[in-house]
């Protein structure tokens, strides 16, 4: 996994709440194999409205997205995380986000950085009258910072560590094999195989 | 102090615990299906890695699979390419797997129980949100992205924080004809779709304990449309009743020792929750959704509300974004709204009990002109235990179409889609913009309300006909 840091960029304000999974990456798109090249289906049918705000020139190469509370809800797809991803987003700025959205970012490498709605609104001001304007996450002093913002935002500990690594879970976890063996030595009996 | 269920079945499936670290959680039953899956499957290769328990792993087909000529080979090719890479995946990493024209070929969340595979005390996983159903059975059982399929398929584990707890008390009787779906709706429509985030809830209260165990599992697969990680149902007699003599139940002195361990899974009287809502069952009607979240739902005998309504400004923004998408004026009464398809299946309500439901509805009755109703059985065995009782002859005489099982119009990714426009009463779980197919209007309501839907031509409960 890519390491992450610091990343300062164009943020662009998405106005609306309740972001699902199936906005983010249409059914349609997950049907393909592979884990990259998800860049065209982003917002695939909101891109088709021209008024859509990564429609507008100013936005075009944005890398932050803010948006309003319950980001990634619905549905498990990672698919959703690669595709902000594979179309140049480095981190997402919300009030909530959803649990399985919020883990999988944390394994493919995009930030979720949780802050108070307010905050999200001061953002959306901003980047509103000032179109193109840059926004930071900095993932060491835990803190957004763009043009009169300079707030704090939240981020597990543990997922903060292994972005600031770049590290890959299932190496970490391997080196425990044996404990994992132990337990799996204690397991009732009655516990049903599949095959 | 006491432990609730979701704590017993968390502490005895950890692995590892450190200070600063999440625990190692040991997965018992890991489920798989071709969408979610492939990429998992291609890291593993890339690392040179492999299925550390096939022997606790079981795939199907069910995402793209067409409801119509099974015994052809699957039209659209790219949806072919990906059935065809789960089985090549299953065959080189020893997974088993239950193809299209297998007896116990269906919707992953109806045929792991079905099967037996799922036990109360069980953790539970699998690249699909709607995992939490399992969680019916007293199994702590929540849907992973496919970086997490990937790492329990090497490992059998996941590195998690432990969830919160929310009991959900719902008490008193569910009226005659308002059943689980119009309950999860209306648990999401009190707490929101964000409010359970973090939490696994926990359903308790005489209204839970007098559901069947089908009803149980729509009550949790919903658990996720409330932001939830996870639902749970204390396991009881009619849990022992559903899993006796399932293929995987066990057996002999096993079955003796799991229901004694199954009893002792109780949250205690004692125990804390991080937080609790209560909802009186007695109060409830059929609900309907009327937006593009599933917290966006009213009782049917309701109206489409004026978003002006909403102090919250984000919610009246959303409120006005969701009407503008779904064609609706503020005020309509919801009985007035006209559907053109009604979709009856899905993890949600495809199981033997929903069809029965929209089967007496429909029994003796004809759809309106101009509606076109999908009955998809969850499962190839759902499928036959319908026939045998005849249901299918009601659906058809109806002028319902009976199609083969898989999750079909739920989710758009078979052929089975809403035209641009359409307006569905659809059993399923998610009414989001395009769910059902790009520019597709969906409505959330119950087996029951779907069958009479279906017959009036308008968003309509049983006891609208006649």
């Given amino acids: ?195 | 102090m006491g432990r609730t269920l979701a704590n017993k079945v968390w502490d005895a499936h950890v692995v590892r615990s450190a200070q600063g670290e999440p625990d190692l959680l040991y997965i018992d039953l890991h489920l798989l299906h071709e969408v979610t899956s492939p990429q998992a499957f291609d890291g593993l290769r890339q690392a040179g890695r492999g299925v550390r328990r096939p022997d606790l792993s079981l795939a199907t087909e069910d995402h793209n699979v067409p409801t119509a000529d099974i015994d052809k080979p699957i039209a659209d090719p790219v949806s072919r390419a990906q059935v065809d890479t789960l089985r090549a995946n299953c065959a080189q990493f020893g997974v088993p797997i239950y193809s299209l024209g297998s007896v116990d070929q269906g919707v992953i969340h109806v045929i792991g129980p079905q099967l037996g595979l799922v036990q109360p005390g069980m953790t539970v996983v699998c690249g699909d949100s709607h995992t939490s159903t399992h969680g019916a059975f007293g199994a702590l059982a929540f849907g992973i992205g496919t970086s997490e399929v990937e790492h329990v398929l090497a490992t059998q584990t996941l590195p998690l924080r432990p969830f919160r707890t929310m009991a959900v008390n719902i008490d008193g009787r569910l009226p005659e004809g308002v059943s689980a779906k119009d309950l999860i709706l209306a648990v999401i429509a009190e707490i929101g779709t964000g409010g359970g985030q973090g939490f696994v809830l926990e359903f308790r209260g005489d209204a839970v304990r007098g559901l069947s165990m089908e009803s149980r599992m729509t009550l949790c697969n919903m658990s996720i449309e409330a932001g939830a990680r996870a639902g749970m149902i204390e396991p009881d007699e009619v849990t022992f009743d559903y899993v006796a003599g399932r293929p995987h139940a066990p057996k002999g002195a096993d079955w003796d020792h799991a229901v004694r361990a199954w009893r002792a899974l109780a949250s205690d009287d004692d125990a804390e929750y991080d937080a609790e809502v209560s909802i009186d069952a007695e109060s409830l009607t059929p609900f309907v959704t009327w937006g593009t979240n599933p917290g966006q739902a009213a009782p049917l005998s309701g109206e489409v509300p004026d978003p002006r309504s909403y102090a919250d400004p984000v919610e009246r923004l959303a409120a006005e974004r969701a009407q503008d998408y779904m064609g609706l004026t503020p005020g309509t009464p919801l009985r007035e709204v006209p559907i053109d398809v009604v979709f009856l299946g899905s993890c949600t309500n495809g199981r033997i009990e929903d069809l029965r439901a929209a089967a007496a509805v429909l029994r003796g009755r004809r759809l309106a002109t101009g509606v076109r109703m999908l009955v998809v059985p969850g499962s190839v065995r759902v499928k036959r235990a319908a026939e045998s009782e005849g249901l299918d002859e009601i659906f058809r005489v109806a002028g319902a179409e009976w199609r083969e099982a898989g999750c079909s119009m739920c989710l758009g990714m078979n052929p089975d889609k809403l035209e641009p426009g359409q307006r569905s009463a659809s059993t399923s779980n998610r009414n989001f913009e395009g769910r059902q197919g790009p520019g597709g209007r969906t409505h959330l309501v119950s087996p029951q309300v779907a069958a009479a839907s279906a017959v009036r031509g308008y968003l309509s409960a049983p006891t609208d006909l006649d």
């Avoid at chain 1, 840091?5 to 349609?28: F, K, M, W, Y």
């Avoid at chain 1, 594979?86 to 909530?96: K, L, P, Q, T």
């Fill in chain 1, 1 to 195: 996994m890519e390491k992450f840091e610091r990343h300062t960029g164009v943020a662009a304000p998405l106005r609306a709440s309740n972001v699902d999974t199936d906005q983010i990456c249409p059914a349609e798109f997950l049907k393909r194999i592979t884990r990259t090249g998800y860049h065209d289906a982003l917002f695939f049918q909101w891109r088709q409205q021209e008024d859509f705000v990564l429609n507008h020139e100013a936005f075009s190469q944005a890398s932050v997205l803010v948006a309003g509370p319950d980001f990634g809800t619905g549905s498990s797809r990672e698919h959703a995380v690669w595709a902000l991803r594979d179309y140049g987003f480095r981190a997402v700025i919300s009030s909530r986000f959803a649990d399985i959205f919020r883990g999988n970012a944390g394994k493919a490498g995009l930030l979720t950085a949780q802050v108070d709605h307010g905050v999200v609104e001061r953002l959306w001001a901003l980047l509103e009258a000032e179109p193109g304007a840059e926004v930071t996450v900095d993932l060491h002093r835990m803190r957004v910072v763009a043009k009169g913002v300079d707030e704090p935002f939240y981020l597990d500990d543990y997922v903060r560590w292994r972005l600031l690594e770049g590290l890959d879970d299932v190496a970490v976890t391997l080196r425990h094999s044996d404990t994992i063996a132990a337990f799996e030595d204690r397991r009732p009996a009655f516990l049903p195989r599949t095959g």
